[in-house]
């Protein structure tokens, strides 16, 4: 109790020192916050607008044949693994549509609407017309609509690699985001797809999302093992975007590296100061001890005094910290007036870093403890 | 008359580039109760000696007994306690906290050992500024008293435990003769009042000869020892 007493008057007492150092905790762990939840939140966004609107794993037939039959209890077993958060079948096959002189590829994707949307959030894509309802409704993005110049409730015009001619009648346009989809795809009802390529009741993918995208590499070998089959094959985004993950990695790594050079500074800066104050207050350490006042109990002064900057400092840091990423995050923004980086604020790493501060600031005050245990009463009393 | 402190046989050596030796075999024994004075010259090891019997300063060789228990077989948690609880230091300069008021000085030693101050430690330190005549400045910062204030409350400060010993060194050594003189006159009431076993080591004369020993020492040794 007096230990903390007395730290608490040697902080008051030391005044514009005692700022300082609180202020550099601040300032430490506030650029702690921004710099991590920023790149986290960039990384988010990047994975999230890259593959957070497309499935994470897809099963393909691994045969000659393109199309995959008994599928319902392939669909059973996947959306039966816990991380699984969605799963959709779709029948996919290749067509031309023409353009004046030339004929442009598409590719016709059947779906069953509510799965697609549960994938590529297609509800929230479509920017004019409605979903399809009748079988020969169907979606086009809005690339391709520019190169064909038509509205909805227009005919589409297509040709199956055979030479046999579809129509289609267009109900609405999304656009994805992506160039190659929005120029190529053409959503269509599952049942009318089927029918159209003569697939029978076959499909030739199954999707799937999943709750942890960064786990889907292990998942999609869960499902590999419980399948069990040869004639299937699964792929994962992760798989597919090596150079994107290692990007993701190095951005990782540099925040760590920038984090750990923040937290050893805070140690040296506060270390450096309460060093100073143990000079400072050699007298008033060494009567203590006089007074009966035990070693340990001295020691604790200091480490009380660590802790009380560190738990002001990086409380404060923490909330300059949002303030700075909130404000960055205003400051930065698309033509559109959109956020470019959507933020995520994750408390388990507001909570860690400040503990790692509280913890570092504390730990600072270890040197200046040991160092007062070199305090001898009778050296100050003889020096006067 | 039972003793207090005693010292068999002790030598003090100062070790460095040339050892120094500074206490040569003193023997001493100090009555419970008792008021005494140690006068020397400077350099003559008495604030040494001071300071060994204190538990501040170990022994190069020889004995030192406080109240029945030998220093030299307890560890340095055991000495901070005997110093917390038995012995009361008083030096030249008053060492009071500066962050502290007054009143939170003299309580210190009283919070070493307990979580807060009881009422009855209340009474005591309102006692010890009344005898004092301090009262006026207990709340006062120590910045903002007087040379012979401060002195005074770090007397207060070293009762407050009730301490069976009460070691002061030139107490008095920085302060005017008025101050002076009512400090050895405090010196003798607080003896009388609680008890407590006076050593005080000083150059001034007038101080010594209001205590009821005179130890004179001189070189390391001691030269003279005359009770009143």
Known sequence: ?384 | MSSIIELKSVDKIYTGTVDTQVLFDINLTFDSGSCNSIVGESGSGKSTLLNIMGTLDKPTKGEVIINGARTSDMDKNKLADLRNETIGFVFQFHYLLPEFTAEENVLIPYLIKHRRASKEIMERANELFEILGITKWKNSTVTKMSGGQQQRTAIARALINNPKILITDEPTGNLDSETTKKICNSFREINQRFGSTFIVVTHDLRVAEKTDRIIEIRDGKIEKDTVK
């Open chain 1, 1 to 384: 109790m007096l230990s903390i007493k007395i730290a608490i008057r040697f902080l008051k007492t030391g005044g514009g020192q005692s700022l300082l150092i609180i202020i550099g905790i601040a300032i430490a762990v506030s650029i702690q916050i921004f710099v991590g939840l920023l790149i986290d939140s960039l990384q988010k966004t990047l994975v999230d607008r890259t593959i957070g609107n497309s499935p994470q794993i897809t099963i393909l037939s691994a045969t000659d044949i393109s199309t995959i039959r008994d599928w319902e209890s392939l669909v059973r077993v996947v959306g039966e693994v816990d991380q699984i958060k969605t799963v959709a079948v779709s029948a996919t096959a290749n067509a031309f549509v023409e353009d004046g002189n030339l004929d442009l590829p598409i590719i016709v994707r059947g779906f069953n609407f509510d799965d697609i949307d549960d994938i590529y959030n297609i509800r929230d894509s479509l920017y004019e017309g409605d979903q399809y309802q009748s079988a020969r409704e169907v979606l086009m993005g809005k690339d391709l609509r520019e190169d064909l110049e038509v509205d909805i409730g227009d005919q589409l015009v297509a040709k199956t690699p055979e030479g046999e001619e579809i129509v289609f009648i267009i109900s609405g346009f999304y656009d994805l985001g992506v160039a190659s989809i929005n120029e190529s795809w053409i959503l269509a009802n599952l049942e009318t797809t089927q029918r159209i390529f003569n697939f029978g009741n076959r499909i030739t993918s199954i999707e799937a999302t999943v709750k942890d995208v960064f786990a889907a590499d292990t998942i999609a070998l869960e499902i590999e093992k419980i399948l069990d089959n040869d004639n299937i094959k699964i792929n994962n985004w992760k798989d597919q975007n090596e150079e994107l993950l290692s990007g993701l990695e190095g951005q990782r790594m540099s925040s760590m590296v920038i984090q750990l050079v923040i937290i050893a500074s805070v140690i040296i800066a506060i270390s450096s100061v309460l060093a100073i104050t143990v000079l400072q207050k050699s007298r008033e350490i060494g009567i203590l001890k006089a007074m009966g006042i035990k070693d340990s109990a001295a020691s604790l002064i200091f480490i009380y005094e660590g802790l009380i900057v560190g738990l002001i400092g990086t409380t404060l840091g923490v909330i300059l910290g949002l303030c700075l990423l909130y404000g960055f995050n205003a400051s930065t923004t698309s033509p559109d007036g959109a956020a470019i980086v959507d933020l995520y604020i994750e408390y388990d790493f507001i909570l860690k870093s400040w503990f790692i501060g509280l913890a570092a600031s504390t730990f600072a005050g270890i040197f200046p403890a040991r160092k007062s245990l070199k305090l001898s009463p009778v050296e100050i009393i003889r020096e006067g």
